[in-house]
């Protein structure tokens, strides 16, 4: 069983920075990968980018490439994302989500746990 516990999340003005933490306890693997993802109310979850925990191979969506970065923390067992330049279009809640066996894949339904989910509201 693993546990995720998300931080950092609040209000920014547009060309500002958040970093939102990921902090995991329980049983891991070392072949896991760590996603983070967001949500905005009647759309899907979209997938922002991963991180793989062995070799730390990093994937981004589109919209965020150059903004956003992907880091981790072994000792700690913490995922870190890192978002400058925020606009009002990243507002959403923010996931992140391990996937135990895999690599950084893009889908939600290969992640096997989730956090709790952290506000990020970019204001204009």
């Known amino acids: 069983q693993v546990q995720l516990v998300e931080s950092g999340g609040g209000l920014v003005q547009a060309g500002g920075s958040l970093r939102l933490s990921c902090a995991a306890s329980?049983?891991?693997?070392?072949?896991?990968?760590m996603g983070w993802f967001r949500q905005v109310p009647g759309k899907e979850r979209e997938f922002v980018g991963a991180?793989?925990?062995?070799?730390?191979?990093?994937y981004y969506t589109d919209s965020v490439k150059g903004r956003f970065t992907i880091s981790r923390d072994n000792a700690k067992n913490t995922v870190y994302l890192q978002m400058n330049n925020l606009k009002p279009e990243d507002t959403a809640v923010y996931y992140c989500?391990?996937?135990?066996?895999?690599?950084?894949?893009?889908?939600?339904?290969?992640?096997?746990?989730w956090g709790q989910g952290t506000q990020v509201t970019v204001s204009s």
């Open positions: 329980g049983r891991t693997f070392r072949s896991f990968a």
């Open positions: 991180i793989t925990w062995s070799i730390g191979n990093t």
């Open positions: 989500a391990a996937d135990l066996y895999g690599s950084g894949a893009p889908r939600p339904d290969d992640y096997d746990y």
